[in-house]
Structure formats: C-alpha cells, structure tokens
C-alpha cells in the first residue's frame, strides 16, 4: 500500500497548482493571492506552452453534461476512487508497474474530485458535488477533433489529468508484460506441481516395493527358522524307525 503515497503527492501537487492559479484567501492570517483571471493567458514558451486559467463544467476536453447530471459525475468520481483503493489493497502483492500504474490514475481522480465535490462552496459559487474544475496547461502540440468537437490547440488540462494519463499509459506498456509474467509463473508452477507429483509417484513405487522386498525376506527368514527349530516329519519317522530296528531283543 506504499503506493498511495505517490496518490497522495499527486493530490497536493494538483491542489497547489490549481490553488495559485486560481488564487485563495486565508482570513485568519489574512492572507490573500490573488491567482489569475479567468480567461488570462501567460505565455511559458511563446505560443506553444502558456498557462490559461479556465474552469471545466463538467467531464474531460470540456464536455459539459448539464446541470442534471453533474451531480451525478460527481458521485461516480466518488465511488470509483473508493473502488481504485480497495483495488489497490487487494493487489498489493502483485507488479509494482500495476500498482504504480493504480496509484497515479487514483492521484488524479482524488485531484478533480475535490474541486468538483468543494470549489462550489469553498468559492460560494454552487452548492456541494457541483464545482468546476480548474484546468490551466495549454499546449499547443496539434489540432485534435473529439466527440464531435473541433480544437486548434491541445485541450487545457491540469496535473490531476496528466497524472491519470501516466497512469493509463503505464497500464498498457506494462498490461502485456504483466499478464505474460504471471502466465509463465502460472505454467513454472504447473510444471512443478506434474514434477513433484511425479517425484511423489516414484518415491511412492520405491517405498512399495522396498517393504514388498522386506515382507518376502522376513517370510524366507520365519520359514528358515522354523525348519531349524521343528525338523520334518519324514525325518522323525525316519529316525523312529531306526531306533525300532536297532532295539535289541530279550
């Protein structure tokens, strides 16, 4: 579970950087950062990486599914991070590529979730599971056409969506790999399991016929010893007779 540490550096990346850019106010120390305007371009690397505050409404590349629904992305934001957690647990004895790979996309789910679950009321601009998520990397690397809308540049984004799209790509460099792995210990352990049923086997055969051998020598060895203990019968008449024919008479 050592993982979730990298989950939890993620989230707090995520949250700084969406909270300088945004800005925020700390009245008890009275303390406040302005952040940027809403709109506002800063230029990092000319044209190509600038920074631009926006605010996503709702789901990825700026799809917004309506007020009736948010809602209910909000929630399933929820119970997919609680599904990766206990995912997370219950493979934590598998390859650290998976689990790596687990630990960024829950990052970066936990990252978009709280501004969706409490930008709302901690910006008093909607109500709890209806916030906005701050989005601000801005590149330009190519035009891009996605369900059915058209972008001359990247699509905006922050650290939490980088940090799920790590995430993902780990799982399908590593997926094949990991699923030949643990194949080939599946077929290692197969073939152990035929070898030593067939030690067993022979160990088996080895141990029958070696109390067999035993069985029939004690048998020799009793039959040996009654012979010299009791002589036959044939030889005591034999030796009955002679002393008859020997018997002197008077």
Do not use: C
Not at 63 to 78: A, Q
Not at 101 to 120: C, Q, T, V
Not at 159 to 186: C, N, P, Q, R, W
Not at 217 to 241: I, L, Q, R, V
């Amino acid at each position: 579970m050592k993982v979730l540490y990298v989950s939890f550096v993620i989230v707090i990346i995520d949250q700084v950087t969406k909270l300088l850019v945004k800005g925020f106010s700390i009245p008890m120390l009275d303390f406040h950062h302005r952040g940027m305007e809403h709109g506002q371009r800063i230029p990092i690397i000319g044209d190509f990486f600038r920074l631009t505050f926006i605010e996503n409404p709702g789901m990825a590349f700026g799809l917004d599914p309506g007020i009736k629904f948010k809602v209910w992305v909000s929630l399933f934001s929820l119970v997919a991070s609680i599904g990766l957690i206990i995912y997370i647990y219950l493979v934590r004895k598998e390859k650290l590529s998976l689990r790596l790979s687990l630990a960024f996309i829950l990052g970066g789910a936990i990252g978009n979730l709280i501004d969706r679950m409490f930008y709302g009321v901690f910006y008093d601009y909607a109500p709890l599971f209806y916030g906005k998520v701050v989005d601000f990397l801005d590149f330009d690397f190519f035009s891009i056409n996605i369900f059915g809308k058209s972008f001359d540049r990247w699509p905006i984004f922050n650290i939490a969506d980088m940090a799920v799209t790590t995430g993902v790509l780990i799982l399908i460099l590593f997926y094949k790999k990991h699923t030949e792995s643990k194949k080939d210990e599946e077929e290692v352990s197969g073939s152990d399991f035929a070898e030593a049923e067939k030690q067993f086997s022979s160990q088996k055969l080895i141990g029958t016929l070696t109390v067999t051998g035993r069985d029939k020598k004690a048998e020799t060895d009793s039959e040996s010893a009654n012979k010299e203990e009791n002589p036959s019968d044939n030889e005591g008449k034999e030796d009955g007779e002679t002393d008859k024919g020997k018997e002197i008479p008077l």
